[in-house]
């Protein structure tokens, strides 16, 4: 999807193949190490909490095991699509928050509330989570500004004909569609190159125009989960900290996720809420 799968030295194809090749050495040796570790308990339930292990244990209906070629595969789809995409989206979310303190102080004022109705170091349940509404809007608006995925996660089969635009995509033909443009269309997102979480109050945007998790079937299975991980961070950095950023004219640079170059410095000064 991202670089034309030429092994030329030098290009980011070669650099991914020769790291994937890397990554998947190292994998299958946890593998195998772990696959021993089970074989020598006689574990066969494939009710452990961990992923690898439930997947080392789990048989097909005629009682056949992944292979690891197979297992590797999927624990580096996992990381990528877990990992990468919620670092990158918290990464973004503290950028605008740093960048704009109308925006912040709207969160801040939303996060302090529910702070304040715990005790100190009190942990967060799920009915704080409900709360979090303008904040998950804070969310949602900085997913829809940096797409992490410049399309849904790769090629889909057409299943019958589809005019668009006085294009016709015949039956059978492949198509990526680009959620990056349809996050930037301004008949979808007026001024969309404004920071405004307002637009996901109410009934928010219409159907299949705002798709940071994808669509249909093959729909993001993490985007609960990666919910729940954004809004506990940024509660947990919000509630103690000041947030200011360094180089707002920082360039972004595209590596398949969103890369901010300088790493994104944000200068951090502590407050106390209970004070
Ligand atoms: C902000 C965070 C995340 C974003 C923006 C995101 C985005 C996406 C997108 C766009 C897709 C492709 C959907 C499609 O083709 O219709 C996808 C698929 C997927 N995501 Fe996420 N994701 C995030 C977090 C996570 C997390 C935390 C997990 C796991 C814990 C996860 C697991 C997956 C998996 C396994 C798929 C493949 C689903 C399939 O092909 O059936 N994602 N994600």
Same mark, same amino acid.
Request: hydrophobic share 35%; with cysteine.
């Given at each position: 999807m991202?670089?034309v799968?030429i092994?030329?030295p030098?290009t980011a =194809?070669?650099?991914g193949?020769?790291g994937?090749k890397l990554?998947r050495?190292?994998?299958e040796?946890?593998i195998?190490?772990?696959?021993?570790e089970?074989?020598e308990?006689?574990e066969?339930?494939?009710?452990?909490t961990?992923?690898?292990?439930?997947?080392?244990l789990?048989?097909d209906?005629?009682?056949?095991f992944?292979?690891?070629?197979?297992?590797?595969n999927y624990? +580096?789809?996992?990381?990528v699509a877990?990992?990468?995409?919620?670092?990158t989206?918290?990464s973004f979310?503290?950028?605008?928050?740093?960048?704009?303190?109308?925006?912040?102080h709207?969160? =801040?004022?939303e996060?302090?509330n529910i702070?304040?109705?715990?005790?100190?170091?009190?942990?967060?349940?799920?009915?704080d989570?409900?709360k979090?509404r303008?904040s998950w809007n804070?969310v949602c608006?900085?997913?829809?500004?940096?797409?992490?995925?410049s399309s849904?996660?790769?090629?889909r089969e057409?299943v019958?004909?589809?005019?668009f635009?006085g294009?016709t +995509?015949?039956?059978?033909?492949k198509a990526?569609?680009?959620? =990056?443009?349809?996050?930037?269309?301004?008949?979808?997102?007026?001024d969309?190159?404004?920071?405004d979480?307002?637009?996901?109050?109410?009934k928010?945007?219409?159907?299949y125009?705002y798709v940071?998790?994808g669509?249909?079937r093959r729909?993001?299975?993490g985007?609960e =989960?990666?919910?729940?991980?954004i809004?506990?961070?940024i509660y947990?950095?919000?509630?103690?900290?000041n947030?200011?950023?360094v180089?707002p004219?920082?360039? +972004?640079v595209?590596?398949?996720?969103?890369?901010?170059?300088?790493g994104?410095?944000?200068?951090?000064?502590?407050?106390?809420?209970?004070?």
């Open positions: 991202f670089s799968p092994n030329l030098g =194809y070669s650099r193949v020769k994937g990554v050495e190292e994998l040796k946890i195998t190490r772990r696959r021993k089970l074989l308990k006689k066969t339930s494939p009710c452990y961990d992923v690898l292990s439930r997947m080392l789990l048989t209906e005629n009682g056949k992944m292979s690891d070629k197979e297992i590797s624990i +580096i789809a996992l990381l877990s990992y990468e995409s919620t670092s989206a918290i979310v503290l950028k605008y928050l740093a960048e704009l303190p109308h925006i912040y709207e969160v =801040y004022k996060l302090t702070a304040k109705l715990k005790g100190e170091g009190e942990l967060l349940n799920w009915e989570i409900q979090m303008y804070v608006e900085s997913l829809r500004l940096t797409t992490m995925n849904f996660s790769g090629f057409v019958t004909d589809v005019s635009s294009f +995509i015949p039956k059978g033909y990526s569609w680009s959620s =990056y443009t349809t996050h930037k269309d301004p008949e979808c997102f007026p969309p190159e404004k920071f979480p307002t637009r996901f109050e109410g928010g945007p219409a159907p125009t940071p998790f669509g249909g729909m993001c299975c985007k =989960y990666a919910r729940l991980e809004l506990v961070f947990n950095i919000v509630t103690r900290f947030l200011e950023i180089n004219q920082e360039k +972004i595209f590596h398949s996720f969103p890369i901010p170059v300088e994104l410095p944000i200068r951090i000064t502590r407050h106390n809420i209970y004070s």
